[in-house]
């Protein structure tokens, strides 16, 4: 009996010690799941209360004819920023295009020839006052901004003014920029205020954070990093090099600076109209008003997926794309033409 328990008495040992590590992994496990449960919880409430914090509006028109849909950020007393209710509005709009199925692009712009100065300090910032509250909203607009971008249509920001903070990481969304040539946006949300503060009341401050701070000279620096996922997408526009050095520098970026970093793609004119001159140039220059809408949407899908997976797996996404269309009532008209050899 001695010699039984000798030689099994090692092996009971490591049992105890295999049931404590599998109930010990079990407990961590079981709360984990209850601290996601509760993050998840947490992060829906604050979705659900950021229409609490109201103004502003964005705007939807679609010009069927064309295949464009043009969203208009419309908050003119802060030079179109964010409030709680515009961020829901724009998620809203951007639910309701996953429908559009004779879509081909999409326009960002702003009202009154400003395009978007971030979130509303007045209304909206102000009110997020912890840490956790910007981790909050940051974790939103990256999402929302996300999906808009994931949509299968060409996007375009079109920007007239200035685009600042938020606005200038926004603009990173799209697939393409064009900017009026007075526009410029301050490098994306390093938004660099500088200012004497003996110097300033409240409300030449409050005149700085809503867009005028690229005007004053300065001894002090305030600053934030970008939370809108600007960063992550202004390494992948403009590489990340340049990337580093435009966040860092903290300036304002005019269009023709743009054009040369590969951040911008078209600069229209000041003395026409914005809108007009970026449909122009999308469906005469870009060949909008020639491809087909349901061609134009897998290829963009096309695009996004091979962005963000291994070559084999977009080769096979690819493949079955190429197998929709080949074939088919277009390829067969394209065929009977017999353009590829004119």
Request: proline share 1%.
């Amino acid at each position: 009996m001695v010699l039984l328990l000798y030689r099994f008495l090692p092996k009971l040992h490591s049992i105890k010690y295999v049931l404590k590590d599998k109930y010990l992994s079990r407990s961590i496990y079981c709360h984990n799941i209850f601290r996601n449960k509760e993050k998840e919880k947490e992060y829906e409430n604050f979705v659900k209360n950021l229409d609490v914090y109201k103004g502003g509006d964005v705007n939807l028109h679609f010009y069927n004819d064309d295949g464009i849909a043009v969203i208009t950020f419309d908050n003119p007393s802060s030079k179109n920023a964010f409030t709680g209710s515009m961020m829901l509005k724009f998620r809203s709009i951007v639910k309701e295009l996953h429908n559009w199925e004779q879509g081909k692009c999409i326009i960002l712009q702003g009202a009154n020839k400003q395009f978007c100065s971030g979130g509303d300090l007045k209304s909206f910032v102000r009110h997020m006052e912890t840490p956790q509250h910007g981790y909050l909203m940051s974790k939103f607009m990256q999402s929302l901004t996300s999906e808009f971008s994931k949509l299968p249509f060409i996007s375009v920001s079109l920007v007239q003014g200035n685009a600042l903070g938020g606005g200038a990481e926004i603009l990173t969304s799209t697939d393409f920029r064009v900017m009026q040539q007075s526009a410029a946006f301050l490098s994306i949300k390093w938004i660099c205020l500088q200012y004497k503060i003996n110097s300033l009341n409240g409300l030449q401050l409050f005149s700085l954070l809503n867009g005028y701070a690229y005007n004053i000279k300065s001894t002090t620096r305030l600053s934030i990093t970008t939370g809108f996922g600007g960063t992550t997408r202004l390494v992948n526009i403009i590489g990340k090099k340049n990337a580093l050095r435009l966040l860092m520098s903290g300036c304002l970026v005019t269009a023709e600076e743009a054009i040369q970093i590969g951040l911008a793609d078209k600069i229209v004119c000041d003395d026409k109209d914005a809108l007009e001159s970026c449909i122009k140039w999308l469906l005469n220059e870009q060949n909008l008003a020639k491809i087909d809408s349901q061609l134009l949407q897998n290829l963009k899908m096309s695009v996004m997926y091979a962005a963000s997976n291994s070559y084999e797996e977009s080769y096979e996404f690819e493949r079955k794309i190429f197998k929709k269309f080949w074939m088919g009532k277009m390829h067969l008209n394209a065929l009977d033409k017999n353009l590829k050899h004119k």
